[in-house]
C-alpha cells in the first residue's frame, strides 16, 4: 500500500511527546513489511539547526484567500521512511514547534500545502493518514477537490483530544478557502467554533484512537470534552488501537545507555546494577529502598499533583523518588522543594534526556503515571518492558495496559487516598512478598509491546476505509 502519514512530529527529527514515537515506529513498521510511507512534516527551524541533509526539490506557491504563500519542498530518509519537509520561514522559522498564537494559521498553511504536493506530485496514496487536529482540515480540503480519477481515503488517528484545533468560524474561508457551508451544516462546527479535529473526525473514511478504554471514554458525554456527539455519529467507524513501542530503542537485553544489560531469565543482576547507577547519578546513599521513577511531561494531565500530594507519605515508607521532565512550574517547584527538604531520598532532573530516562525506566523498581487522562500513554509499557512496574490511574490506555498484581498496581479515582491505596500495595509486595514481586516483575518482562499487531489492525482499517 501507499500510505501518506501526515502529521505535526515524528522521531527523530522533532518530538514534544508520545506522537513523534508513534508516527516513526508505526511507519518504520509498515515499510517492513513491504508498504511505501511518506511522512509529511513542517521542516521546522529546529531540523535545519540540527543540520539534516534534506535534498532540495522545488518550490510553489498555494493561495489561502488573500495570502499568496511560498511552499519549499525538501525529502529526506530515514530507514526506508520517506519525508516530505515543507519548508516556509514565516510560518516554521521559530523556536519552537507550537505555541504561537498563529498555530491555527500555521497549520492551515500545512495542510494546504500537503494537499498541493499531493496534487503536483500525482503521488496517488491509497491512504492519507492524518494525526490530530493540526492536519485535521486536509480530508475537507482533499474530498472537495478530488483528482480526476483517483479517489484518496482518510484514516484520522485521535492521540489527545484535549487539543482540539479551534479557529474563529471566519478562519474557513479566510485560511482554508473553504466556504461557511460546512461551518453552517455543523460539520466543523463546535461550541462556537472551528474545530478542525471535529472536521477530521467528520470527514475521514475511518477514525482510530490510541486505545480501546479511551475510545469508550471518547464516546460518553462526560470524558469526551465535547466529542461524544460527533464520535456517538461515527460508532461504526471508530476504533480504538494501542500503540506499540519501538521495541529496538527500548531493549534491556541490548541497551546501550544502561549500565548492565538483563532479561527476562536473568534480570536480578542487571536489574541491581541499574538500579545502583540511577541512585549514584542522582546522588541517593541508600540502594535499597523501594525506588520510584517517573518520566513525564509536568503537566495537568498527568496527575502530577497526586504524587506531590502523597510523597511525604512514601518517603516516610522509605521510598526513593527520582524524577526527570519539565513543564509547568509549580509542578517543578513542588518536587525542587521536595528533594530540598530530603537530599538523600529524591533525585530531581529538570528537562528531558534519553540517557537519564533510559536509566530511570532500567534502575527503578516501580513507575509513576497516575494520569488524569491517558489516551494510551507510552511511559508504562517502556517501564514494564524494563520490568519496573507501572502504578497507574485506571484511565484510557493505562487501564488496558496495566493489570493490577499481574504487571503493575491500578487505582481507580483520582483523588491522593485512592493512589495511595496502591502504594500500599506495592509497599506491601517489596517489604513482604518479594516472590510475588519476582513473578510480576518476569510477567512485565515478558510482554510483547512491538509493533506487530497493532499494526495488522491498521492495515485492516485501511482496507475498510478504501471499501469506503
Ligand atoms: C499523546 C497522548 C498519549 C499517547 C501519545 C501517542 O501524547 O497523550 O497518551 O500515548 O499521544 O499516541
Redesign the pocket.
Known amino acids: 500500500m501507499k500510505i501518506v502519514m501526515v502529521a505535526s512530529e515524528c522521531n527523530p527529527l522533532c518530538k514534544t511527546?508520545?506522537?513523534a514515537?508513534?508516527i516513526y515506529s508505526l511507519s518504520r513498521e509498515l515499510v517492513n513489511n513491504g508498504h511505501e510511507v511518506f511522512v509529511f512534516l513542517p521542516y521546522y527551524k529546529l531540523l535545519k539547526n540540527k543540520g539534516i541533509k534534506a535534498e532540495y526539490q522545488y518550490y510553489d506557491y498555494i493561495e489561502m484567500s488573500w495570502r499568496h504563500q511560498y511552499v519549499g519542498v525538501f525529502n529526506y530518509e530515514i530507514d526506508g521512511i520517506k519525508f516530505k519537509l515543507i519548508d516556509s520561514e514565516q510560518y516554521f522559522g521559530r523556536d519552537n514547534l507550537y505555541g504561537y498564537n498563529d498555530d491555527g494559521e500555521r497549520f492551515a498553511y500545512f495542510s494546504i500545502a500537503v494537499q498541493k504536493i499531493i496534487h503536483r506530485e500525482n503521488m496517488r496514496p491509497d491512504i492519507v493518514h492524518v494525526h490530530d487536529w493540526q492536519p485535521g482540515m486536509l480530508p475537507a480540503l482533499m474530498k472537495g477537490a478530488p483528482l480526476d480519477d483517483w479517489k484518496t481515503h482518510f484514516v484520522l488517528?485521535i492521540?489527545?483530544a484535549a487539543f482540539k484545533g479551534y479557529l474563529d468560524r471566519y478562519a474557513l474561508g479566510d485560511l482554508y478557502n473553504l466556504s461557511d457551508d460546512m461551518y453552517d451544516s455543523g460539520a466543523v462546527r463546535l461550541e462556537g467554533m472551528v474545530s478542525t479535529l471535529k472536521a477530521a473526525i467528520y470527514f475521514c473514511d475511518k477514525v482510530t484512537t490510541?486505545s480501546p478504554t479511551y475510545r469508550e471514554e471518547m464516546l460518553t458525554k462526560d470524558l469526551s470534552q465535547g466529542l461524544s456527539e460527533v464520535l456517538e455519529f461515527r460508532r461504526d467507524d471508530f476504533a480504538g488501537v494501542v500503540?506499540g513501542i519501538d521495541v529496538k530503542e527500548f531493549d534491556p537485553a541490548n541497551d546501550k545507555k544502561i549500565i548492565k544489560n538483563y532479561s527476562e531469565k536473568a534480570y536480578k543482576t542487571g536489574k541491581k546494577a541499574c538500579k545502583n547507577d540511577l541512585l549514584n547519578f542522582f546522588h541517593l546513599p541508600n540502594k535499597d529502598r523501594p525506588t520510584f521513577g517517573l518520566v513525564s511531561r509536568l503537566t495537568w494531565?498527568k496527575g502530577i499533583s497526586l504524587i506531590l500530594q502523597n510523597s511525604q507519605y512514601m518517603l516516610d515508607r522509605g521510598a526513593n523518588i527520582v524524577i526527570l521532565g519539565s513543564g509547568e512550574s509549580n509542578l517543578e517547584v513542588g518536587f525542587q522543594s521536595l528533594r530540598d527538604a530530603h537530599p538523600d531520598q529524591v533525585g530531581i532532573y529538570i528537562g528531558y534526556s534519553d540517557d537519564i530516562a533510559h536509566k530511570i525506566y532500567a534502575g527503578s523498581d516501580f513507575f509513576l503515571m497516575p494520569s488524569l487522562f491517558?489516551?494510551?500513554?507510552?511511559g508504562q509499557l517502556i517501564a514494564q518492558r524494563y520490568g519496573t512496574l507501572p502504578i497507574v490511574r485506571e484511565t484510557?490506555?493505562l487501564k488496558d495496559t496495566v493489570h493490577p498484581e499481574v504487571d503493575g498496581f491500578t487505582f481507580y479515582s483520582f483523588d491522593p487516598a485512592s493512589m495511595k491505596g496502591a502504594l500500599d500495595v506495592a509497599f506491601g509486595y517489596y517489604y513482604e512478598n518479594k516472590d510475588g514481586l519476582d513473578k510480576m516483575i518476569k510477567n512485565a518482562l515478558k510482554l510483547d509491546r512491538s509493533w506487530g499487531e497493532s499494526m495488522n489492525r491498521y492495515l485492516g482499517i485501511y482496507k475498510d476505509a478504501m471499501r469506503k
Request: charged letters at 10%; a negative charge.
Open positions: 511527546g508520545g506522537l514515537d508513534v488517528t492521540h489527545n490510541v500503540n494531565q491517558e489516551p494510551c500513554g507510552i484510557g490506555g
